[in-house]
């Protein structure tokens, strides 16, 4: 899938370094409403800048609660660092799918920040 085509992008930027946060696991889930549990839709890993590209197809994308999991010790652990954050979750609700979202992760390895971009 084209990056341009998926309704949903991240980009993990290590602020504590000022670089991409480069090969960390991301994954996206969605929940089941009915049963209140966290299905998962699909796993990747960052690039070099960064970013997640084609996480989840337009058709796939519905309205519903969704939450992006990064996998923010292994990443700090691969570089030789800990962290107070074994990983991060974004819990957000979608209401108009047809919509574009951009979910920034800005961390170091004592906090981190998330907005909704464009």
């Given at each position: 899938m084209?990056?341009?085509?998926?309704?949903?992008t991240?980009?993990v930027?290590?602020?504590?370094?000022?670089?991409?946060?480069?090969?960390?696991a991301?994954?996206?889930h969605r929940?089941?409403?009915?049963?209140?549990?966290?299905?998962?839709?699909?796993?990747?890993?960052t690039?070099?800048?960064g970013?997640?590209?084609g996480l989840?197809?337009r058709e796939?994308f519905t309205?519903g609660?969704?939450k992006?999991?990064f996998?923010t010790?292994?990443?700090?652990?691969?570089?030789?660092?800990t962290?107070?954050?074994?990983f991060?979750e974004v819990?957000?609700?979608i209401?108009?799918?047809e919509?574009?979202?951009?979910l920034p992760?800005?961390?170091?390895?004592f906090?981190y920040?998330?907005?909704?971009?464009?």
């Amino acid at each position: 899938m084209a990056a341009g085509s998926c309704p949903l992008t991240t980009h993990v930027l290590n602020t504590g370094d000022g670089v991409p946060a480069a090969r960390m696991a991301v994954s996206l889930h969605r929940l089941d409403t009915k049963m209140m549990i966290w299905n998962l839709l699909s796993v990747g890993t960052t690039n070099e800048d960064g970013r997640c590209p084609g996480l989840v197809s337009r058709e796939a994308f519905t309205a519903g609660m969704y939450k992006l999991r990064f996998e923010t010790g292994s990443y700090w652990e691969n570089l030789g660092q800990t962290s107070f954050y074994p990983f991060v979750e974004v819990v957000f609700t979608i209401s108009d799918p047809e919509q574009r979202f951009h979910l920034p992760l800005l961390m170091s390895r004592f906090s981190y920040s998330t907005y909704r971009g464009s």
